[in-house]
């Protein structure tokens, strides 16, 4: 299964909406999940089950979608957020797909 | 609390092998699969391998079948990721995830990694 994440690179002010979009080649249910990887560290996981937030992270954070279709929302971003952010699906694995990352920055 | 140390990475010729340990501990590893995933320089985020938590399962992906093997040692709570052949594009940063359960398919704990540079 073949994930597909956009935009490449989102410039977004501090206190707006940041919107990360995330598609996959065919249905994977709602087994979808997001990490967090900030500059010289591993990832951390955000969501899975697309919109469950895993222990932890911020409010600010929320995931939607099913299917093919699947959104990572931080509602008023901070400076801290500046990051990559994948998307992977676990609905048919081996092999546990990625998307190629959307990289986060301050406008 | 959860955590997993990498080590092993190191600079190796093509053709050689290599061989990474992951020490887990604030877990038992009979309780959780346990995955390899690897990060080329500058690049995204590749599935390598799985283990079972009870290692009945062991499977890697197509790019390194044949070539690397993953195993472990509950008396040490170790994981391990034997490569063989290595080549040039084996290249990367590799990482240690816990599995969410026991064989969910997501990683809710990372490994800071360990760096594998193939070259001559």
């Known amino acids: 299964i073949v994930m597909t994440q956009s935009p490449a690179t989102l410039s977004v002010s501090p206190g707006e909406r940041a919107t990360l979009s995330c598609r996959a080649s065919?249905?994977?249910?709602?087994?979808l999940a997001w990490y967090q990887q900030k500059p010289g560290q591993a990832p951390r996981l955000l969501i899975y089950?697309?919109?469950t937030t895993a222990t932890g992270i911020p409010g600010r954070f929320s995931g939607s979608g099913s299917g093919t279709e699947f959104t990572l929302t931080i509602s008023s971003l901070q400076s801290e957020d500046v990051a990559v952010y994948y998307c992977?699906?676990?609905?048919?694995?081996?092999?546990?797909?990625f998307g190629q990352g959307t990289k986060v920055e301050i406008k | 609390q959860v955590q997993m140390v990498e080590s092993g990475g190191g600079v190796v010729q093509p053709g050689k092998s290599l061989r990474l340990s992951c020490v887990a501990s604030?877990?038992?590893?009979?309780?959780?699969?346990m995955h390899w995933i690897r990060q080329a320089p500058g690049k995204g985020l590749e599935w390598v391998a799985v283990?079972?938590?009870?290692?009945?399962?062991?499977m890697s992906s197509d790019a390194v079948k044949g070539r690397f093997t993953i195993s472990r040692d509950t008396s040490r709570n170790t994981v391990y990721l034997q490569m063989n052949s290595l080549r040039g594009e084996d290249t990367a940063l590799y990482f240690c995830?816990?599995?969410?359960?026991?064989?969910?398919?997501?990683?809710?704990?990372w490994g800071q990694g360990t760096l594998v540079t193939v070259s001559s």
């Open positions: 283990i079972s938590s009870d290692e009945i399962i062991k």
């Open positions: 992977q699906q676990y609905h048919n694995w081996p092999p546990a797909t």
């Open positions: 995830a816990r599995d969410a359960n026991e064989g969910t398919g997501h990683f809710d704990f």
């Open positions: 089950g697309a919109s």
């Open positions: 065919e249905s994977v249910s709602r087994n």
């Open positions: 604030g877990f038992a590893l009979t309780s959780h699969a």
